[in-house]
């Protein structure tokens, strides 16, 4: 099984979305948006802008 996007209302009643692993952990969560179509947009800019995304690591 492939990972999967889980678009929800939260409690404050924004919607977010979390992108899960094929084992069902959870690993990226997206920020909260005010409507059901921004945060499907924000489902698709991940899609489209990070298949292959390049890891850098920055000093803190």
């Not at 692993?21 to 990070?50: C, D, P, W």
Request: glycine fraction near 8%; aromatic fraction near 8%.
């Amino acid at each position: 099984m492939a990972g999967k996007f889980e678009l929800y209302t939260d409690k404050a009643g924004k919607y977010r979305f979390r992108l899960k692993a094929s084992n069902g952990q959870v690993i990226a969560v997206g920020e909260a948006y005010e409507s059901k179509a921004a945060a499907k947009n924000g489902i698709e800019s991940v899609k489209k802008n990070a298949p292959d995304a390049t890891v850098v690591e920055v000093e803190s």
